[in-house]
Structures are given as structure tokens and as C-alpha cells.
């Protein structure tokens, strides 16, 4: 029996049974995941993608991980006053945003990438919906430096206890490399299980509590869940892209096996 064939059979299985209330996570006001990885420190390139939706105008962190006492805190976020709305970079000093706004209301996927050499401004890409967003402005001259003293959280501040993120994250996937263009485009595209390689963390932050928070990196980083996160039923706009009408069967089977969706 080939794999496909037992992932079939999964799925079939699946189908005849009652299958749990499924729902991407609502981060209500004191919500936050929390893991036990460092994350990429030093200077090294990364790349962070995520599916985000908020009408929030607050200070709201949707990534943070490093040695803030220091000065090296990598921080990704909204604010009225920083960036007015779009994704702002932040390594403690030095913040730079994109140009188009996130906080609408709206799903919106973004990837954030940083080469690995040179200041934040200068070595710094992001992404929006697919398509590179220009730096819309922001200040400090800053090469990042990250530290380890927090482990990389998602929903809130981690070193002050704080700016917990008010809205819904999908499929946060954290890179050790930079993601290409066209592996943003491609992300945005809705490939659920494309772009794999160089992955260190990935929550899909989709399903019910036990499921939502395996890492599906294959690193075996699993989340924790803090401050009753809960899940609500309504779809992130990706899986109207590519998945059937069942998808809750469909996406059990692929958390049980996702190297079969490569
Ligand atoms: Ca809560």
C-alpha cells in the first residue's frame, strides 16, 4: 500500500466520523503561543510569513524573540503610530515598515526577509499579498544583532508582558534563508504545502486546540498555548484557493502526514 493510499484512507476514515469544531486563532487580548526555539540570532537571515487579519489600530506584536535587555529584540508588528497600519521591522532603535496598510480589516499574507548582511533598511524585504511592498519609512541605522534570551513567541511582547495582538494569524512559517519573490508570490498563492525547505517553525494555527499548535516544520518545535486562545469557525481566505468543500477531514490528514502534500 502506497502512502497516498493510506492518506486516502485517512481521509475517507475521517469523513464518516464527527469531526471536531475547526477555526483559525482569534488572539482576543491575552492570547500569545510560546515556544521552547531561539530562533535565527545574530546578524543571520531570516524570513517570517503569515496570513493576518486585524482591524486593530493598537501596538501589536505579532512575532517577537530575542535579548531586549541588550538592545537585541527581533520584533514584527502593527501600530497607529509606527507605520500607521502597515508591517513594521523592528530590532530595538531602528524600525522600518512597508507601504501598504494590514490592519483593514481584511486577510493579508506578508513575509518579512532580511539577507543576512548590512543594516535592517538596507537588508531588509517584505512582502504583501504577494508582491514586494517598498519601505514606507522609518528610522535608525541598526544592523540586527538578536540575542536568545526569549524564545521566539507569537501575540505578544514576550520581555514586557505586553502589546498582545487583537485579531487572527494563519500558517506562521519562520525561515533560516531568505524566501525568494517568487517563493512569496507562491505562498500568497495559497500552496499550502510549498516552499519547505530552510522552515525552522511552522504553526498552522488552524484546528482544534490539541492539533493547532504542532510544529509542522518537522523540527518538532511545538507551540504552547497561553491565554485561552481560541478558535472560530470562519476560513482564512487560502483555503477557498485550495482545498475541497470537506476541508476539515482533508486538513486533519494533512497535519497527520504533511510531507505527502509537497
Ligand atoms: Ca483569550
Not at 56 to 81: C, K, M, Q, V
Not at 106 to 117: D, I, L, P
Request: aromatic share 12%.
Amino acid at each position: 500500500m502506497t502512502q497516498k493510499l493510506q492518506m486516502i484512507l485517512v481521509v475517507i476514515a475521517f469523513l464518516g466520523m464527527a469531526v471536531p469544531a475547526m477555526g483559525q486563532r482569534n488572539f482576543d487580548g491575552n492570547d500569545y503561543v510560546s515556544t521552547s526555539y531561539s530562533g535565527v540570532s545574530g546578524a543571520g537571515a531570516r524570513s517570517v510569513s503569515f496570513w493576518v487579519k486585524t482591524a486593530d489600530t493598537g501596538l501589536r506584536h505579532i512575532l517577537f524573540y530575542g535579548s531586549p535587555t541588550t538592545g537585541n529584540a527581533f520584533e514584527l508588528f502593527t501600530w497607529s503610530f509606527f507605520g500607521s497600519g502597515r508591517l513594521v521591522a523592528s530590532i530595538n532603535g531602528t524600525y522600518y515598515w512597508g507601504s501598504t496598510v494590514i490592519y483593514d480589516g481584511s486577510w493579508h499574507h506578508c513575509v518579512f526577509t532580511y539577507s543576512g548582511s548590512g543594516s535592517l533598511s538596507s537588508g531588509m524585504k517584505i512582502y504583501i499579498d504577494g508582491i514586494q511592498d517598498s519601505i514606507g519609512g522609518g528610522s535608525g541605522g541598526g544592523t540586527p544583532n538578536t540575542g536568545t534570551a526569549y524564545n521566539i513567541s507569537l501575540g505578544y511582547n514576550a520581555s514586557a508582558s505586553s502589546n498582545y495582538f487583537l485579531g487572527q494569524l494563519f500558517d506562521v512559517r519562520i525561515y533560516s534563508r531568505v524566501l525568494s519573490a517568487a517563493e512569496a508570490r507562491e505562498l500568497a498563492s495559497g500552496k499550502l504545502s510549498t516552499v519547505l525547505n530552510g522552515c525552522e517553525l511552522r504553526f498552522a494555527l488552524w484546528g482544534p486546540d490539541a492539533t493547532a499548535f504542532l510544529d509542522l516544520s518537522g523540527h518538532g518545535r511545538n507551540g504552547t498555548n497561553n491565554g485561552s486562545t481560541a478558535h472560530t469557525t470562519s476560513q482564512p481566505p487560502v483555503f477557498s484557493q485550495v482545498l475541497p468543500a470537506r476541508r476539515e477531514p482533508v486538513w486533519l490528514a494533512f497535519q497527520l502526514q504533511p510531507e505527502l502534500w509537497r
